[in-house]
């Protein structure tokens, strides 16, 4: 039985059509279906046509992990009211895009896995029980994602530029990539960012470069991201008996910031008996795996 898993986090949103085996016989991306952040006639475009850029027959069940299909009832709703009208016939089953993650990076055993893209959360699986922390969203939560990170290091900018910090390169890159003339231009520049998560998040690339140049503002901002990470999983760590804790690290900022940030985790992590591995598989996989047992 063919599948299609999608993976829709906070930036983009992943197609995968699979055979019986788990073989990915076709692949598409679009940008994202976060139904919080995006318009809903354009979610509704996206996953149609992801959907038919895989399966132009319409032939298979969709297993989707999508953003913002959690706890709250409403926003659950909204969402299978989306892709009801998305899939059109097709039959589909709903999960968070962390829960796919989940599946996916653990492959059936016991552990945690680390999510940071747009946003972060921890989820552990123990016995087929599920656990979370984090996952709060940007404006109560979400330390050590992409926005967070951003955030942070515009904060840095404005201290800089009043000199309750040494100016240091990344004062010069914010200047540089965002044409500011005037140091007071970043209150109306980053007010535009700001209104739309992704795209703030997107500026965290900015900080890395600063990172890798080995500027201390910027190599700070991720130790301070690595650590509030590492207390993600900290707090899940109490629930495990074993001594010796997988932790997978999934999502945009692991994916490309590794340097700075892993390292530093790994360090973090160890009081906790936790230890970093590779993820067996990724998301998308992981809806694969979920729309399988279903059928078992």
Same mark, same amino acid.
């Given at each position: 039985?063919?599948?299609? !898993?999608? *993976? ?46 895989? *399966? ?31 899939? !059109? ?18 492959? !059936? ?28 969203? /940007? ?49 109306? !520049? ?5 209104? *739309? ?5 997107? /500026? ?93």
């Amino acid at each position: 039985m063919k599948l299609i !898993g999608i *993976d829709g986090g906070g930036t983009s949103t992943r197609f995968s059509l699979f055979d019986e085996n788990g073989n990915v016989l076709q692949a598409a991306r679009e940008e994202s279906v976060h139904i919080l952040t995006q318009d809903r006639d354009d979610c509704i475009r996206r996953l149609r046509n992801g959907i038919t850029a895989v *399966d132009p027959a319409s032939e298979c069940m969709v297993i989707g992990g999508l953003a913002g299909y959690g706890q709250q009832e409403e926003v659950r709703r909204e969402i299978e009211e989306v892709c009801r009208t998305a899939f !059109g016939n097709r039959k589909f089953h709903l999960y968070s895009d962390v829960d796919i993650a989940v599946s996916g990076a653990l492959n !059936g055993e016991d552990g945690i896995v680390l999510i940071a893209g747009t946003g972060s959360i921890a989820e552990a699986e123990i016995d087929g029980k599920m656990y979370r922390c984090g996952g709060w969203g /940007y404006q109560l939560g979400d330390e050590g994602s992409g926005f967070w990170i951003a955030d942070k290091m515009f904060h840095a900018f404005v201290k800089e530029a009043d000199g309750r910090m040494e100016k240091t390169e990344l004062y010069s890159l914010i200047m540089n990539r965002l044409n500011l003339v005037h140091d007071y231009d970043i209150i109306t !520049g980053y007010m535009k960012i700001r209104e *739309d998560r992704a795209r703030t998040a997107e /500026y965290a690339s900015l900080c890395y470069e600063a990172a890798m140049h080995n500027d201390p503002a910027a190599k700070m901002i991720f130790h301070e991201a690595a650590a509030e990470l590492a207390q993600l999983a900290g707090a899940l760590s109490m629930h495990f008996e074993s001594n010796e804790i997988k932790v997978c690290c999934m999502g945009g900022i692991f994916e490309h910031m590794k340097e700075p940030l892993l390292p530093e985790l790994q360090k973090l992590l160890k009081p906790y008996g936790c230890v970093l591995q590779e993820s067996a598989h990724n998301a998308e996989y992981g809806a694969y795996l979920l729309g399988r047992r279903m059928h078992e």
